[in-house]
């Protein structure tokens, strides 16, 4: 019998069972990254993950595991594509937040910003180079993030704090 595919909201409650199992140490990295694995074959999946491992206060992915790691890096152009889209996200949102006098979502934007920098250091360089640099094509609106940029209507401030993040990759 083939497995259905989770939902995007079953991959969250999916994602935020195993994150705080893991911070209660009732599951090891192994384990974890194995349940991880299975989670992220699918978009859905892996954008749940995303969602709470980015966005949580759990040290996951403060300090990741190296099974997580080599799991992370299995996922491939979905993985990478996912957070170079949390990275531009964040990084936007930190602006607007900031703008608002909104410093605890400011906070909250960085430390995903954060997390998704240290990430992408860490997937496989020749992918995330690719991405990256159509992403800096987007940005000056050229190629297909063009259409992903305009859809969140992204000002020249929030543009440039995306460029920045983007240029601080490479950085360690």
């Known amino acids: 019998m083939k497995k259905e595919k989770n939902t995007f909201e ?9 994150c705080n199992a893991w911070d209660q140490e009732e599951l090891s990295d192994e384990i974890l990254a194995d349940k ?43 993985i990478v594509d996912l957070t170079v889209r949390n990275l531009t996200m964040s990084s936007a949102m930190a602006v607007t937040h900031k703008r ?30 690719n991405r990256i640099e159509s992403l800096l094509e987007g940005t000056k609106g050229i190629g297909k993030d063009v259409i992903f940029l305009k859809r969140w209507g992204y ?12 240029n601080s990759i490479p950085e360690n």
Do not use: Y
């Open 10 to 18: 079953e991959s969250l409650k999916i994602a935020l069972l195993f």
């Open 36 to 78: 991880i694995s299975d989670l992220i074959k699918t978009e859905n999946g892996a954008r749940g993950f995303f969602v709470i491992s980015l966005s949580s206060d759990s040290p996951l992915m403060d300090r990741l595991p190296d099974p997580i790691v080599q799991k992370l890096r299995f996922g491939g152009d979905l």
């Open 100 to 129: 608002n006098k909104q410093f605890d979502q400011e906070n909250s934007s960085k430390r995903i910003q954060r997390r998704c920098i240290e990430l992408l250091r860490l997937l496989e360089p020749k992918l995330v180079k």
């Open 155 to 166: 000002d020249n401030e929030q543009i440039q704090s995306i460029v920045s993040a983007i």
